[in-house]
């Protein structure tokens, strides 16, 4: 099954980023599983300031992974990257189990810069809809 992983890891050095980004892979690996690839999007301000292991996070390195494994791995690095205190948040996505569903993915994932496509729509701009 093909999985996202979006993580969000405390303000800081990208050497932290790297290393909870390489053992999450490196568990996926050691389960028989493959690493599509890695996305770093940077550091970002949060939606809204966030209370994790005491500490107060106002922004946060972002990044994902995408991988295909079986869903007990899957778990167990959810479960690890719950035990990590350098971790304010993360989310794993189920993208497709069927090969077919799943071999036009890649592994990279791109930022996407049109931000105004979803404001027109929601604006009534489509004067086609009704």
Excluded: C
Excluded at 33 to 55: C, D, E, I, M, S
Excluded at 88 to 109: A, C, M, Q, T, Y
Excluded at 110 to 119: G, H, P, T
């Amino acid at each position: 099954m093909l999985y996202e992983l979006i993580a969000i890891v405390r303000p800081g050095s990208l050497k932290e980023v790297k290393e909870i980004a390489r053992n999450a892979g490196a568990q996926v690996l050691r389960s028989g599983g493959v690493v599509r690839g890695y996305t770093n999007w940077g550091t970002f301000t949060l939606p809204k300031p966030t209370t994790k292991h005491q500490a107060r996070y106002s922004e946060g390195w972002h990044f994902i992974m995408r991988f295909d494994s079986s869903g007990p791995v899957q778990s167990a690095v959810r479960r690890t990257l719950s035990l990590d205190p350098r971790m304010i948040r993360f989310s794993v996505v189920k993208l497709g189990n069927k090969l077919e569903e799943i071999n036009h993915v890649p592994g990279k994932v791109e930022w996407n810069l049109e931000k105004s496509s979803l404001a027109d729509s929601i604006g009534g701009q489509d004067s086609g809809s009704s």
